[in-house]
């Protein structure tokens, strides 16, 4: 797969490792809460499954955990037994037949474990007495005796023997990916999870070597991500996402980022998902307000500073402005995470916008021949009748 330079940036190839991605769109993760004791069903086939026939280059799961007590709700998707592994083959299957590469997302929850949907509480901290008789061993653990926020229980304070556990989790949950056929492992160390409670120092208040300064603090994300690359083949890529910064009064900022993220890529990491907040409710240190395009600039700073490849996520609402973003040198490749669940032939489309001269070339063909057979027609239709106010 080559470049054709007469291409938009957007829809061109991009090699990473030994994986070519069809274009620079990705689907970001987005939880779902629709698994079976962490099985995938068919509503992720179809959720999933949907984003590959409308064009996206990668598709990513949601945050799967690695681990029962990992879960952020209790019906996450889980890559803790063979079993879960076996009943994601037919996404990756599905996903791959129609074009697009898949990754797995993979994460601990943490202190922040056992939450509520957002249609069923916003959020909300499921209580610990509940969470127990879901699953006796299900509580939350983290770096310090802190709870994530008002309402949240407070964590158990991990040990060197749970620290390492966790360890060895990611890397069985990364090995358990490559056998499923997964094309990228992306690991979740931001919005306030269990990685991200670690780095902060609002949160971690250890005085061992997984607490004290910023060194001391990314160890564990360091360790995972070591442990995992001991697995995960030196073909296929690595993706981490981070919170750029964690949205707390002192916490963890845009210069820690970019020297964590130097460091992961000296252990293998292949491109930053720069996303942001999440540690706790508070808030109060983002220092852009959520509008089109907000964590951008933390992509783009991350990328010049770091020479790392950058994602870019978060209110990219159509072609042209994510094609931007790359042209500025801000980013390697756009996530699209919403806009997708309005829209999930949103690759397709803007393809489309940007390039009319391709219009229904990429669909699927059983989607695209009767599209083009419709066009012709349908657009003398509509220049013929003024009441019609509507694009095909």
């Known amino acids: 797969m080559e470049n054709n330079p007469e291409l938009p940036l957007l829809f061109q190839p991009l090699s990473i490792r030994d994986l070519t991605l069809k274009n620079r769109v990705v689907i970001a993760p987005m939880m779902q809460h629709a698994a079976s004791k962490g099985l995938a069903t068919s509503w ?4 999933l499954g949907k984003f590959a026939l409308g064009g996206a280059g990668l598709v990513l799961t949601e945050c799967t955990a690695v681990s029962p007590l990992g879960r952020i709700g209790k019906d996450d998707l889980g890559l803790w037994t063979d079993a879960q592994a076996d009943a994601l083959i037919p996404i990756v299957d599905f996903v791959h037949s129609n074009g697009a590469a898949i990754g797995v997302q993979l994460g601990h929850a943490g202190r922040k474990a056992g939450s509520m949907p957002l249609w069923d509480g916003g959020g909300m901290p499921l209580d610990p007495e509940y969470m127990a ?23 158990d304070v991990m040990n060197s023997a749970a620290i390492n556990r966790v360890v060895e989790e990611f890397r069985v949950a990364a090995f358990r990916a490559h056998r499923a056929g997964f094309d990228v492992v992306e690991l979740h160390f931001g919005h306030g999870y269990l990685v991200a409670s670690f780095l902060s120092p609002v949160s971690n208040k250890r005085q061992d070597d997984f607490g004290g300064d910023r060194d001391g603090r990314m160890r564990l994300a360091l360790q995972i991500v070591t442990a995992v690359r001991e697995v995960w083949p030196s073909t296929k890529p690595l993706f981490c996402r981070v919170s750029s910064v964690d949205g707390a009064v002192g916490g963890w900022n845009m210069e820690d980022t970019v020297v964590l993220a130097v460091e992961l890529k000296k252990f293998g990491v292949d491109v930053i998902d720069c996303s942001s907040g999440g540690l706790s409710e508070q808030g109060a240190a983002l220092p852009v307000a959520r509008g089109l395009g907000f964590q951008v600039p933390f992509a783009h700073q991350v990328r010049n500073e770091a020479n790392v490849l950058t994602q870019a996520v978060g209110m990219i609402v159509n072609g042209e402005q994510a094609e931007d973003i790359l042209r500025s040198g801000s980013a390697d490749l756009i996530a699209i995470g919403r806009e997708a669940l309005y829209d999930p032939y949103w690759a397709l489309h803007a393809q489309t916008s940007i390039c009319p001269d391709l219009t229904f070339r990429d669909w699927p063909l059983p989607h695209g021949v009767w599209l083009a057979k419709r066009h012709v027609s349908l657009q003398d239709a509509l220049a013929n009748d003024s009441t019609l106010n509507r694009s095909n």
Do not use: E, F, K, Q
């Open 44 to 47: 992720h086939l179809v959720h």
């Open 133 to 155: 008789s879901l699953a006796p061993d299900w509580r939350r653990i983290g770096p310090s005796a802190i709870a994530a926020a008002t309402g949240w229980s407070v964590p």
